[in-house]
Structures are given as structure tokens and as C-alpha cells.
Antibody, heavy 122, light 109 residues
Framework: QLQLQESGPGLVKPSETLSLTCTVSGDSISSDTYYWGWIRQPPGKGLEWIGSIYYSGSTYYNPSLKSRVSISVDTSKNQFSLNLSSVTAADTAVYFC??????????????WGQGTAVTVSS | QSVLTQPPSVSAAPGQKVTISCSGSTSNIGNNYVSWYQQLPGTAPKLLIYDNNKRPSGIPDRFSGSKSGTSATLGITGLQTGDEADYYCGTWDSSLSAVFGGGTKVTVL
């Protein structure tokens, strides 16, 4: 059964880079032709798609975050990672990693990690 | 301001039916499939509907989805107290971005 697990620091200082990793178990990132995505949810607010990566490394990013976002994949560790630079308090959120229900789309997330809370504060 | 528009809240008594609307444009809903998610407090979203009207394995048929033009609708019949949650619609947008609605809180009276 496919499972996703986010990990990373729960506290990041303003202007620094937020770095999170999603570890995939129950399936191999490189054996299935899926996109793997990051979504976030600020406290008390709705969902925001951050971006997605294909196992080969091709990426799609939310235009509103594109200048600060980088998503990478490490097939040897069965992980994909998120880097968000120059963070501010507005980046405080629960960050989820997820995989779509179909391999030919980047949305329609069928499997989600439990989420990890990140606070941006000095 | 979300790209997709949902009502902030809907409510109904146990056993009744509720519908949640999701309004978009030809840039998103009009030309792409719609998904619906249920998010219980403190948990990750759960996919209820994909491809406008398909249910993943394990999702009861009390949940249904439809799409017409640039709008989509989630229906929940036989409302239960366990259905109290936030519900989100989502799709792809021509800006090359996945987009979500602002969410609708369902209250069981």
C-alpha cells in the first residue's frame, strides 16, 4: 500500500530556506509514471498547490511561487524534496506531499501524506 | 482569493442531502476534470471524487459528483454526523497550475 511521509524542520527563520522531504513507501518513484506533488495549507485557510515533479525530474510550479520554489527527486532513496527560499510568515502552513490518482495528470491527489507543520518565525 | 468559488458553508439535518457548488471558468473547470476532497479536522484531505464523477475505491455512493460547463457539484446524501468536514474542489488551470476552491464547511444540524 502506497504511503507518503513528510519530514523536515518545524521552525524556519524569516528569509531562510524551507526544506522538506517526502519519503515514499509501498511503491517505487521510478517504476511508475506518476507526478509527485506538494500542497500546503496555512492555518485556518484553504489548500494551495505548490508544484509537482515527474520521476524523470521534470517539474511544474505554481506561478505565484515559481521564483522561490524548487522540487527535486532522489530515486535511489525513493524521496522527493521541496525547497522554498526567502520565506516569510506567510509561508507558515501545513505542508503535504501527495500523488495523483492517475498517472497522466498532476491534480486529483489520491494519496496524501499526513502533513507536517512549518512555522516561519525568528 | 481562490480561483474556484465555493460557498463558505452548507448545512442540513442527518439523513438529508446537501450539495456543494464549485464555480470556475473555461480556463479551468470548463476544460479539465474536477476532483473533490473531504478534510476532517486535523487530518489530510481525502479524495472523494475524481474525473468529475468517479469514486475511488472505498468511497460510499452517498457521495456523487457532476460537472456542467464551468461549474461542478458535489452531492452528499444520507448525511451523517461523520460527514462534518471541510470540502474542497480542485482542477487544472490553463496557467499550468493545479487550483482549488476556498473550501465549504458542512455542518450536520
Amino acid at each position: 500500500q502506497l504511503q507518503l511521509q513528510e519530514s523536515g524542520p518545524g521552525l524556519v527563520k524569516p528569509s531562510e530556506t524551507l526544506s522538506l522531504t517526502c519519503t515514499v513507501s509501498g511503491d517505487s518513484i521510478s517504476s511508475d509514471t506518476y507526478y509527485w506533488g506538494w500542497i500546503r495549507q496555512p492555518p485556518g485557510k484553504g489548500l494551495e498547490w505548490i508544484g509537482s515533479i515527474y520521476y524523470s525530474g521534470s517539474t511544474y510550479y505554481n506561478p505565484s511561487l515559481k521564483s522561490r520554489v524548487s522540487i527535486s527527486v532522489d530515486t535511489s532513496k525513493n524521496q522527493f524534496s521541496l525547497n522554498l527560499s526567502s520565506v516569510t510568515a506567510a509561508d507558515t502552513a501545513v505542508y503535504f506531499c501527495a500523488r495523483p490518482v492517475r498517472s497522466d495528470i498532476l491534480y486529483g491527489m489520491g494519496v496524501w501524506g499526513q502533513g507536517t507543520a512549518v512555522t516561519v518565525s525568528s | 482569493q481562490s480561483v474556484l468559488t465555493q460557498p463558505p458553508s452548507v448545512s442540513a439535518a442527518p439523513g438529508q442531502k446537501v450539495t456543494i457548488s464549485c464555480s470556475g471558468s473555461t480556463s479551468n473547470i470548463g476544460n479539465n476534470y474536477v476532483s473533490w476532497y473531504q478534510q476532517l479536522p486535523g487530518t489530510a484531505p481525502k479524495l472523494l471524487i475524481y474525473d468529475n464523477n468517479k469514486r475511488p475505491s472505498g468511497i460510499p455512493d452517498r457521495f456523487s459528483g457532476s460537472k456542467s460547463g464551468t461549474s461542478a457539484t458535489l452531492g452528499i446524501t444520507g448525511l451523517q454526523t461523520g460527514d462534518e468536514a471541510d470540502y474542497y474542489c480542485g482542477t487544472w488551470d490553463s496557467s499550468l497550475s493545479a487550483v482549488f476552491g476556498g473550501g465549504t464547511k458542512v455542518t450536520v444540524l
